[in-house]
């Protein structure tokens, strides 16, 4: 009688019972055997750093371009920054007879609501091939207080690395809203600054490099909860934040350097609707960043505000851009959607008014584009125009004030 190689049941007490060469093997085994080659798989992690085929800087910025409109400079610094550490992560099995150690360059991204650091920080992650994890710092406070610990940090990394340890020590880490975190005044006061200075000096360890003890599901620490040990000299930490008012720290800066002719020459030359390109480490400690982790963010980047001519490009050269989505999703009800010329210039021009930056673009979107959402999968119709009349119209209809809270 047949039965299965493996497990040796027979053929009447399997569904399936599949035939080799030499013998059988039944349904559950095949099971069981597929469930251990994923495990294998997930052990040897997907991150591979041996395996990966290292992209240039420039091919790296040739990828960010394709979804990032503008904002340049930015991208230059993010490509080599990434470059550096893949190699950086090389040569770790490089057998170096010089023996000189790359030390990691940690990144500070300054630019205003909207101007696009979280979108190069995802578009960034699509592809790697080591982990890779955004953070938010408006939640993190000082041990023992209300809020998330640092260490909460490296258990989002562990998290997207399966948990292979190996992987997350060679990780990215995006800490969004660093500015967030930043001291609440010059001025020592007698009560603690836990979401602020607090939290500055608790991420210091981090960003140079240290083995910090990670709970594994997060939350807070407790004597008996198993730790995972985790080196953070590997990882790259890439902060980015507004600095919303940092631009008059920048101004008085550049004001008080004005000695002389020559000098006042120079004042002349000063860009004053784009002060953020002048921007220096002085200007961050100023803001309130403590000169301690000044120090271990050695490169300093800003994102331009956008104006008007790259809010139209955003609306729609990007692979995703947001009218290519619209399409995208009418064309899945097949319906063909268009838009005039004029109400995308319309689209900008509101985005310009409320300050909203490129986030914007996606909250006027909505509230024209409401209704016509609601109506269109139900009716016949297979083609539709949006025109400026309904676009006004629709936006009008808007709780104004709503839009620009957002």
């Known amino acids: 009688m ?8 027979d053929k009447k007490d399997t569904n399936l019972l599949i035939a080799g060469l030499s013998g059988h093997i039944c349904d559950r085994c095949i099971e069981q055997a597929h469930e251990i080659v994923q495990e294998e798989l997930r052990k040897k992690g997907e991150f591979d750093v041996n395996q990966i085929e290292l992209l240039k ?8 371009d394709q979804y990032v409109i503008g904002q340049e400079e930015a991208k230059k610094y993010l490509s080599v920054a990434v470059y550096n550490h893949y190699k950086r992560l090389m040569q770790e099995n490089l057998k170096d007879e010089e023996e000189i150690e790359i030390e990691k360059s940690n990144i500070v991204l300054v630019g205003e609501t909207g101007t696009g650091k979280t979108l190069l920080a995802r578009t960034i992650a699509k592809m790697l091939h080591v982990p890779f994890t955004i953070v938010d710092a408006t939640v993190l406070t000082e041990a023992g207080y209300v809020g998330e610990d640092i260490e909460s940090i490296l258990t989002r990394l562990l998290q997207v690395a399966d948990y292979n340890i190996e992987a997350a020590e060679k990780g990215i880490v995006f800490i969004d809203e660093i500015d967030k975190i930043a001291r609440k005044g010059d001025n020592p006061s007698i009560t603690r600054d ?3 200075e607090g939290v500055q000096q608790g991420l210091l360890k ?10 594994p599901q997060g939350g807070r620490k407790h004597p008996d909860q198993k730790m995972i040990p985790v080196n953070t000299k590997n990882i790259l930490f890439i902060c980015g934040g507004a600095f919303d008012g940092i631009e ?25 609707n784009n002060l953020l390109q002048y921007i220096a480490p ?3 400690k100023a803001f309130g960043l403590i000169p301690e982790i000044i120090g271990r963010i050695p490169v300093l980047t800003y994102l331009n505000p956008l104006h008007k001519e790259a809010l139209r490009k955003i609306l729609t050269e990007p692979k995703n851009a ?19 010329n004029d109400v995308l210039d319309f689209i900008v021009e509101k985005a310009i008014e409320f300050k909203l930056g490129a986030r914007g673009l996606r909250s006027i979107c909505e509230a024209i584009m409401m209704d016509v959402m609601f109506d269109m999968p139900s009716k016949k119709d297979k083609e539709i125009t949006i025109t400026l009349e309904y676009a006004k119209e629709k936006l009008g209809k808007t709780n104004i004030q709503r839009l620009k809270a957002a």
Do not use: W
Request: hydrophobic share 35%; aromatic share 8%.
């Open 206 to 215: 981090l960003l140079e490099g240290s083995i910090i003890n990670v709970p």
């Open 282 to 284: 002085q200007d961050l």
């Open 322 to 340: 947001i009218i290519k989505q619209y399409k995208k999703l009418f064309k899945m009800d097949g319906i063909d959607l268009h838009f005039e």
């Open 248 to 272: 008059r720290k920048i101004g008085q800066r550049l004001n008080t350097q004005v000695v002389g002719y020559a000098a006042s020459r120079e004042k002349n030359q000063i860009d004053r």
């Open 57 to 64: 800087p420039i091919e790296i910025k040739e990828f960010l």
């Open 2 to 9: 047949d039965k299965c190689s493996f497990c040796g049941r």
């Open 194 to 196: 836990v979401s602020g």
